[in-house]
């Protein structure tokens, strides 16, 4: 990201399955950002709540958080929070992606 993108604030759109390293992933990516909001997606049972993603977050420092229900709203709650030079970045799963991709492409609401 650093290489990739201008200096700006930077937010995270999280979600991520209960079977991978969700805790070495906040330990390198929460220095990186501003705030991070936290979700799970819908279709998948490997994902873990957001809730308990808090507690994995928490560990690495004191990132700003705001729990979402659904990768929709984590994503609206972001662009809201997001100025004009901000870079929004969703990761932790694939499956997050997927499920936002239509929301990011075409501008399609989520269910």
Do not use: W
Not at 19 to 31: C, E, Q, T, Y
Not at 49 to 63: F, I, K, N, S
Not at 80 to 91: F, K, L, N, R, S
């Amino acid at each position: 990201m650093q290489s990739s993108f201008p200096p700006a604030r930077r937010l995270l759109v999280f979600a991520g399955s209960g079977d991978k390293n969700l805790a070495g992933m906040f330990r390198v990516l929460s220095p990186r950002f501003a705030h991070a909001f936290l979700t799970r997606y819908i279709d998948n049972p490997r994902s873990v709540p957001p809730e308990q993603l808090t507690d994995l977050l928490r560990a690495p420092g004191d990132l700003p958080f705001t729990i979402c229900p659904t990768p929709a709203e984590a994503y609206g709650a972001a662009r809201a929070a997001a100025g004009p030079d901000d870079v929004i970045c969703i990761t932790g799963s694939v499956f997050l992606a997927g499920e936002l991709r239509p929301l990011l492409v075409n501008g399609t609401e989520m269910t």
